[in-house]
């Protein structure tokens, strides 16, 4: 989450309590005024309606009393890496040291010497930030190979149909699970069952997607629907 979300939702919960937060409200009118809250239906900054339950308010009050403003924005969230640094190092090293060796070739020698060894695609990650994720070859030296993947969350996802089971009925027909996946944070933003493959019912697939998520910059879809679209680029 970056800043500017933080402080959207920091706006929209200063919205809802600085009445209830008013220290000169009688305690009755208060408990009145939150609990009318609570059975409202309200808009969140990415546009879904959502539900704000009584004690979260009633929390939010207290933060306002004690912090202000600033007591209501989100904290950013301290993640601690999963992977050790010194393994990372030396993945690093072995990189370092034969350039042409893939992610996948590191991570084979790392578990042969008995070590620890992250994910492939978690070592893929890695490299491509420290600048390694490439492969040298001989005919054309320093020309870069491997996957692509978006460089920060929204900036591309990616459709796919999946062919399930065939259904019962009077026609018989073929489920199909519709879903896009975010490409730089592997998030599934949305999906839908259906009985074919077009873009009406990917836009219904999507619909719901964008509404929780945002909009990104480009959308991909890997297979042609029936009226041959197959890359949507939201205005």
Partial sequence: MNEDRRREIGLL???LVRCAADPGLPKAERGRLV????EQEHVAPDGRPVR????????????????????LVPRPRVV????PPETLELAFALKRE?????AARVREIMLAAGG????????QTHLAREGLNVRVDGRSPGKVYGRFEASVRNELWTGDGLHGPMLAGVAVRRAVLLAFIDDHSRLLVDWRWDTGEDVFR??????????????????????????????????
């Fill in 13 to 15: 919960r200063y919205a």
């Fill in 35 to 38: 609990r009318a809250l609570a």
């Fill in 52 to 71: 704000i339950g009584r004690t979260t308010l009633d929390r939010w009050v207290r933060d306002y009393r004690r912090g202000g403003f600033e007591a």
């Fill in 80 to 83: 601690a890496p999963r992977t």
């Fill in 98 to 102: 034969r350039p042409e060796r893939t």
């Fill in 116 to 123: 620890p060894a992250p994910g492939l695609r978690t070592l």
């Fill in 202 to 235: 990917l836009e219904a697939a999507l619909r719901s997607g964008l509404m929780a998520r945002g909009v990104p910059d480009a959308i991909l879809v890997d297979f042609v629907p029936r009226n041959k679209i197959n890359v949507l680029c939201p205005a």
